[in-house]
């Protein structure tokens, strides 16, 4: 869940059902797979919807997008799914900009962005790639890349000019 739907979440809900709601959503979160994952929010919506349903509607809100990290290798999943990395990137970006402002060009911003990103990777490399998860990231590109053609391809479609119709000279 994310921080703002979390928060949002917890003025929905009432103190003394708070822990109960709370659990449910993690269950959620925190399942083995994005199936399991759909089948606890399930369970979350018959059981919260009718009494809590502002609570309910935050959990639904943004759920495909929170539990996107369940699609890649468990190993990787507390490392991928954590948003400390852009944090820490918009953080070092206002620190060094803010010191003088407007002294620094797009070229300068890049650079600095490109470093923190390259310091940032070298805690990546502490995360062992074997090769069954090398084969569900091939695997997850796949999926990816079908969904992304999917989803594009009526936009294609719409965009190409069909063959019935004359060209103008």
């Not at 490109?114 to 995360?127: D, E, G, M, N, V």
Request: charged content about 30%; some cysteine.
């Amino acid at each position: 869940m994310s921080s703002a739907s979390y928060a949002q979440s917890r003025r929905q809900v009432p103190t003394e059902r708070w822990r109960e709601v709370k659990a449910q959503a993690q269950a959620a979160y925190t399942a083995a797979s994005p199936m399991l994952a759909r089948l606890a929010k399930e369970e979350f919506v018959k059981r919260f919807e009718r009494e809590l349903p502002s609570a309910t509607a935050c959990v639904l809100d943004d759920f495909e997008a929170c539990i996107a990290h369940l699609r890649l290798p468990i190993a990787h999943r507390r490392a991928i799914r954590t948003t400390n990395l852009l944090e820490r990137l918009f953080g070092e970006e206002r620190r060094r900009t803010k010191v003088i402002p407007h002294a620094f060009g797009e070229r300068a911003v890049l650079k600095l962005i490109y470093a923190a990103l390259i310091r940032a990777s070298q805690t990546w490399r502490r995360i062992v790639i074997s090769e069954f998860e090398l084969k569900q990231i091939d695997e997850l590109r796949s999926e990816l890349d079908r969904e992304f053609k999917e989803r594009t391809a009526s936009t294609v479609q719409k965009c190409v000019p069909s063959e019935n119709l004359q060209q103008e000279p």
